[in-house]
C-alpha cells in the first residue's frame, strides 16, 4: 500500500522488478487528450526536414557572400598599398623596381599612368578571383610627388 493520499484504482500499485515489497504507482492515463497529442504530431512529421532543405540553401549563399565579400575587402587593400608603392617608386625614377613590382604582383591587371602638374598618378584595375568574382571589378589609384632628375617626365 502506498499510503492515504494514493489515487483511488482498482490497481493502484504494481510490483517492480526488484520483487513484490517494492511498489510503485501505475502509469497514468492520459486518455483522449493523447490521442489528440498524437494525431497533432503525426501531421507535423517530417515538418523539420522540410524547413532544414529550405533554409540550409539560404545560408550556404549567405555564408558564401559574406567569405566572398571578405576576399575582395582583402584583395582591395592589397591592391592599395601597391599602387601608392609603385606611384613613388615612379614618381622618384625607379621605373625598373617599378615595373617589376607590378609584374610580381598584379600581372593580369590594367595600369594607366597620368601626370597631374607636380603629381603622378598611377592607376591599377583587376578582377580577383575566378567564378562569380570575376565579374566585380577592384581598382585603386595613388599619385605622389615627382622629385628627381630621373623621374617619370
Request: with cysteine; proline share 7%.
Amino acid at each position: 500500500m502506498i499510503g492515504p493520499l494514493a489515487p483511488p484504482c482498482a490497481d493502484s500499485t504494481a510490483t517492480s522488478d526488484a520483487g513484490p515489497d517494492i511498489a510503485r504507482p501505475a502509469a497514468p492515463v492520459f486518455g483522449p487528450r493523447r490521442a489528440r497529442l498524437r494525431g497533432i504530431l503525426a501531421e507535423e512529421r517530417g515538418s523539420v526536414t522540410a524547413e532544414f532543405a529550405v533554409v540550409m540553401p539560404a545560408v550556404l549563399v549567405v555564408l558564401g557572400l559574406a567569405i566572398g565579400g571578405v576576399l575582395l575587402a582583402a584583395h582591395r587593400l592589397a591592391l592599395v598599398s601597391l599602387v601608392g608603392e609603385v606611384a613613388r617608386l615612379e614618381a622618384r625614377g625607379d621605373l625598373d623596381l617599378a615595373a617589376a613590382r607590378l609584374a610580381e604582383t598584379a600581372a593580369g591587371a590594367e595600369v594607366e599612368r597620368e601626370r597631374d602638374g607636380p603629381l603622378h598618378c598611377v592607376s591599377v584595375s583587376e578582377r580577383p578571383g575566378d567564378g562569380l568574382l570575376a565579374a566585380i571589378g577592384v581598382s585603386a589609384r595613388a599619385c605622389a610627388a615627382v622629385s628627381g632628375e630621373g623621374a617619370v617626365p
